[in-house]
């Protein structure tokens, strides 16, 4: 990709990577063990500017696009897939509020781009994951206020957030058409957070599923008009669908160059693993399949930096990489053998971590859906 970057892309990539080799990968086994929220790392990404890296100079970010937050994020995640998965919560954030959000919205934003402010994102509840239009959670309008009611589940940084992006129904009869979406501070009377999902890989990210009593929050914090979230949700998960894409795609870059570093070290049959045709084969199919994966993306985020729709090109990115990248990192792991069992090598915590790309930001049988959905409708 070097040649096609601009030197302004090349420094900010640079400067990701430089992070993640010194500071995020050294520290990527600690954040697995304790299962705890980084902060030191999450802290030195803000002080670099990195959670403003496609939001436009006059709302305070970098001023670059998500061509460039792909390349940062690709970096990261080949330090620690945790670590990329807490970077896409801000950069996410920002754009959305900047997109949708009223001045009194952005107002969260400085914030958010230096760490001081930490947002969550509420769609899915226990009960409503893949069919977002089902979700029963509730903000009725009283007066000048909302007064939510429900529960969310999986709240990617809900233990910690100080404030909650929640999507509910303002008008449960609309289906689709009657889900709004409204900021709730967590300091409010009546937000209950539960205790920490303890998950197979990407520890310290503090999920929990969070129950709104009656929540009360002024008119003010809804965000976007009443009734459209679900349309702002969809076109929101394009560009997330392109961050997840390159989490997945950093953590198969790592897992590829360790069973290439492996292969060269471990010697059986009186020569490297290397040598043997059959680990060859499995690294050559490695390194065609994030070579295209890559492409996928960035074609997918030049055109959404063009403004053209994207949820095809999207969805095949995410199902792509995800995909490719299980496979894969399974195959680093039967390179070391024995060893790729052990939590003495990082491939075993790529092999954990890696999974949840499959099943978030719409499992990998919706991408087919929608994939299905686009290419029926061009070539009926
Ligand atoms: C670690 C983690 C962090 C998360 N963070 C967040 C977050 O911050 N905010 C948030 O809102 N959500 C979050 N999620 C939730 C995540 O987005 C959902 O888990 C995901 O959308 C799938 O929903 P579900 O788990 O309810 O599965 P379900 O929708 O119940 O699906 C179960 C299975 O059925 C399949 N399936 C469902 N419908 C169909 C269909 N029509 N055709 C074929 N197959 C189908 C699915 O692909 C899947 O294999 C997180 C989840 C995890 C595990």
């Not at 896409?88 to 934003?109: C, D, M, R, T, W």
């Not at 009734?227 to 929101?236: D, V």
């Not at 392109?242 to 950093?250: D, F, V």
């Amino acid at each position: 990709m070097d040649q096609f970057m601009t030197d302004e892309q090349r420094m900010v990539r640079d400067t990701a990577r430089r992070l993640s080799e010194d500071v995020i990968a050294p520290a990527a086994a600690r954040i697995d063990r304790q299962d705890a929220f980084p902060r030191d790392i999450y802290m030195a990404l803000a002080e670099l500017g990195l959670f403003g890296v496609a939001l436009p100079e006059e709302a305070g970010g970098a001023g670059l696009n998500a061509q460039t937050a792909c390349l940062v994020m690709e970096e990261i995640a080949r330090g620690s897939g945790a670590v990329g998965n807490a970077f896409a919560i801000p950069v996410e954030a920002v754009l959305f509020l900047n997109h949708h959000g009223s001045e009194q919205h952005k107002a969260l934003i400085p914030g958010l781009l230096d760490g001081s402010v930490i947002s969550a994102t509420a769609v899915t509840e226990p009960d409503c994951g893949s069919d977002v239009a089902a979700m029963t959670t509730t903000a009725r309008r009283d007066g000048d206020d909302y007064v939510i009611s429900g529960s969310k589940a999986w709240v990617t940084f809900g233990q910690i957030a100080d404030v909650v992006i929640v999507f509910a129904k303002t008008d449960p009869a609309a289906g689709a058409k009657g889900i709004s979406c409204i900021l709730v501070e967590t300091d409010r009377d009546g937000v209950y957070r539960g205790k920490s999902e303890e998950l197979l890989g990407m520890h310290g990210l503090a999920e929990c599923v969070i129950t709104f009593d009656s929540v009360r929050v002024p008119a003010g914090n809804l965000i976007g008009p009443e009734g459209g979230a679900f349309k702002m949700a969809m076109e929101n998960f394009n560009f997330s669908r392109l961050m997840m894409s390159s989490m997945a795609l950093g953590m198969a870059q790592a897992g590829m160059e360790d069973a290439i570093a492996y292969a060269h070290d471990r010697k059986q049959f009186g020569k490297p693993i290397f040598e043997h045709q059959a680990i060859q084969f499995m690294i050559a199919d490695m390194a065609k399949d994030i070579a295209a994966a890559r492409l996928l993306i960035q074609h997918a985020a030049r055109l959404y930096d063009a403004g053209q729709p994207i949820a095809l090109e999207a969805a095949q990115a995410k199902l792509f990489t995800t995909d490719m990248a299980q496979v894969h990192i399974s195959n680093a792991l039967q390179i070391h053998g024995g060893n790729g069992y052990s939590q003495e090598y990082r491939v075993e915590r790529l092999f954990r971590d890696v999974r949840l790309s499959q099943i978030y930001e719409g499992t990998n049988q919706i991408q087919r859906m929608i994939i299905a959905r686009q290419v029926g409708k061009k070539y009926a």
